[in-house]
């Protein structure tokens, strides 16, 4: 689909490489610029595991992009940015606000070389305003903008969801921002100005229930639940449950049919009830009636009474779960004598999910083709590297 997009890549950690992974999944060619030791994520070992010696971050967020290592705090090496930056269409960074400035590559600079230049920022918390100088990391905003306590039975157990879901839905934001003005672009010659944050993007993912709370007349009230609801806005019995063998999770379902599947008299008492109000007393009566009974009772029960539930599976179970294969989500990719496991692009084009055509093992695994591209000779090359300007390095 972008095929012909060219994307110049100031990114690092997550929410920056995420958004040109997915420009890169749909055909733009990525390029992107790495410190001469290699970007941070490659070496930054969560959980504290490697393959190979790289970061497994470096594997979730940089499919399909091709490295090139430049010492940007050198001059001459903006010189070689700038040139790149003259060749491509998209300009994406995440870096402080300012850094790019500094570095004599912020939006005025580049817009001055190239008019037409889509240049897309993500940060934190914006370019300016209160909080632009503070970090922006997906934990921080979601506490910042009252998903930690949402999530959680607010002022018992706040809690934070356990994943990076922040940082992915604000790189999936801008991505959609970027093919926006490309289209924009396309239609009339004029580039754009993108910005994307991390705190937009929570308060985005949140919109259902902001929408609820400030519309409804809530306070802080409304957040308070028995711990088996899932959700502060949605009545019982939303929620998880736990099984004699297993845990379950109970999404919105008639009362009336909860209680003839488990031929509950003390459910059936509770069939008129309004389900928000009367919510906690109605889960902890489910929960005591689910406790002792084994999933494949429950199972028969529910699926005979056309019930919406779910077994509550780990990673284990995801890895061999028959719809992620059919749905073709992961991909094995060899790492020297090694392999990774990498997410597939999330969304099928005529019935497919799109190629996967390389990940940069090694930083600067591309300069020596990228500097031939922009018209770089060998001897200035040679130069270059001997200058710490570049690094170059063999396909691993």
Request: hydrophobic residues 40%; glycine residues 10%.
């Amino acid at each position: 689909m972008l095929d012909g997009m060219r994307v110049a890549s100031f990114t690092h950690w997550l929410q920056g490489p995420a958004t040109t992974q997915y420009l890169a999944d749909m055909g733009a060619d990525v390029i992107k610029v790495e410190r001469t030791g290699g970007s941070y994520e490659r070496n930054w070992h969560p959980a504290n595991r490697s393959v190979a010696g790289i970061g497994t971050l470096h594997f979730a967020a940089n499919r399909n992009t091709r490295s090139l290592a430049l010492d940007l705090k050198k001059p001459g090496a903006v010189d070689i940015a700038l040139r790149l930056v003259e060749s491509c269409d998209v300009v994406v960074e995440n870096y402080r606000p300012g850094v790019m400035d500094r570095l004599g590559l912020g939006y005025e600079e580049v817009r001055a070389r190239k008019p037409e230049i889509i240049y897309a920022s993500a940060t934190g918390y914006g370019p300016d305003g209160p909080l632009s100088k503070g970090p922006g990391q997906d934990l921080l905003v979601q506490a910042r903008a009252g998903m930690v306590a949402a999530t959680g039975e607010a002022g018992v157990r706040p809690t934070p969801i356990g994943n990076s879901a922040i940082d992915q839905h604000g790189a999936a934001l801008l991505a959609l921002g970027i093919v926006g003005a490309y289209v924009k672009r396309l239609q009339t010659g004029r580039g754009t100005r993108v910005e994307g944050s991390l705190y937009n993007a929570v308060v985005d993912i949140m919109m259902e229930g902001l929408t609820h709370y400030f519309s409804g007349g809530h306070t802080r009230e409304s957040l308070k639940r028995d711990h088996h609801l899932s959700t502060w806005y949605l009545g019982a019995p939303y929620g998880t449950y736990r099984l004699k063998d297993a845990f379950i999770v109970v999404s919105i379902n008639p009362l009336p049919k909860l209680a003839e599947a488990l031929e509950s008299e003390a459910l059936a008492a509770l069939n008129d009830i309004d389900p928000f109000e009367r919510r906690d007393e109605y889960a902890r009566v489910l929960a005591g009636e689910l406790e002792g009974r084994t999933f494949a009772e429950v199972k028969e029960r529910f699926d005979g009474h056309g019930l919406w539930y779910e077994r509550v599976q780990d990673f284990d179970d995801m890895r061999t779960d028959p719809q992620a294969a059919y749905a073709q989500l992961f991909r094995k990719v060899p790492v020297g004598d090694a392999e990774v496991t990498v997410i597939n692009h999330p969304i099928r084009y005529d019935g497919e999910p799109p190629p996967f055509r390389s990940m940069p093992l090694a930083g600067g695994q591309h300069s020596q083709e990228v500097l031939t591209e922009l018209g770089y000779g060998a001897a200035e090359i040679e130069s270059f590297v001997a200058a710490g300007l570049v690094a170059l390095a063999d396909e691993p």
